[in-house]
């Protein structure tokens, strides 16, 4: 796996780590995926998130209220969802452990670039955790599962932030956290320690960091992530009504995602629960 870490307006390389052998001058790749990515934007209006090249998979996740590129690359064999998946989870350690830099530098990543290097340390743990829960067959999906959850997670809050006004807004976002305290005082949740590091927060949304496969339950974790989603949409549609949210859902790529990913989501046995929790069957 190579990763970047990239100021998405100015191309800048915060952070770079490759668990590959490649021959490849970072600084010039650094250069390409922003070109590249600012090139999909402007030709096609939206963010690539996927191509193959080079004989690998690559893999792009944005984070515009950062002005942030996440970058990943691996083998083809790989599924897009696994890398995706780890990428998240890099972006959200990322941006947690830095949105004090970006703050206190007036919302700008320029800079002394070295107080980044400090998280190549986090990413070697995460590499190392990943490779020995790759090798565990029983729990090999799980970076499938996490990666929907989460993707399904960003296109609810992209809902909240485009789609409602500042009234309706603050109502949903009391009650989700009202929600995420309830379910997570459960009897049935409370007792699994990694569930800690599926946070919830008005300013920052929800954040999915630091799960320790090899440590946490697969099913308990499923089945939070399951009530909370389900929560959030029941949520949504008490506030703004069914039917607008229905439209919501199809404004915000909900039920394409959900459409492009029906073969993965049947083979996790996830497709009716999403069916059911979008489309109310």
């Known amino acids: 796996m190579i ?7 100015s191309g800048i390389k915060l952070l770079y780590k490759s668990f590959l052998k490649t021959d490849a001058d970072e600084d010039i790749v650094s250069g390409f995926l922003t070109a590249f990515h600012h090139f999909s934007v402007e030709e096609f209006h939206q963010s690539l998130e996927s191509i193959e090249m080079g004989g690998l998979r690559w893999t792009y996740t944005l984070e515009p209220k950062f002005r942030l590129l996440f970058v990943a690359a691996d083998n083809k064999n790989i599924k897009t969802e696994i890398i995706k998946g780890k990428l998240n989870v890099i972006k959200n350690s990322f941006i947690k452990q830095f949105k004090s830099v970006w703050e ?48 399904i997670l960003i296109l609810l809050r992209n ?10 807004k603050t109502k949903i976002l009391d009650r989700i956290e009202e929600e995420y305290n309830r379910i997570s005082e459960k009897d049935e949740f409370k007792e699994q320690d990694e569930l800690n590091n599926i946070t919830f927060s008005k300013d920052s949304w929800f954040n999915l960091i630091d799960i320790n496969l090899i440590k946490c339950e697969k099913e308990i974790v499923i089945n939070f992530l399951k009530s ?8 949504l549609m008490e506030v703004k009504g069914r039917n607008n949210c229905l439209k919501y859902f199809s404004e915000e790529k909900v039920y394409g995602y959900l459409y492009n990913n029906m073969k993965l989501l049947k083979d996790l046995a996830l497709d009716m629960y999403f069916l059911e929790t979008f489309l109310i069957l």
């Open 3 to 9: 990763i970047w870490v990239l100021d998405s307006e």
């Open 104 to 151: 206190k530098r007036g919302e700008t990543w320029d800079g002394d670039l070295n107080i980044f290097s400090p998280f190549l340390t986090t990413l070697e743990d995460y590499y190392h955790q990943w490779e020995e829960v790759e090798s565990v067959t029983q729990v090999a999906d799980f970076f499938d599962i996490l990666g929907i959850f989460q993707q």
């Open 159 to 168: 809902m909240v932030e485009k789609r409602m006004y500042s009234k309706s």
């Open 228 to 235: 909370m989603v389900k929560s959030v949409v029941r949520i």
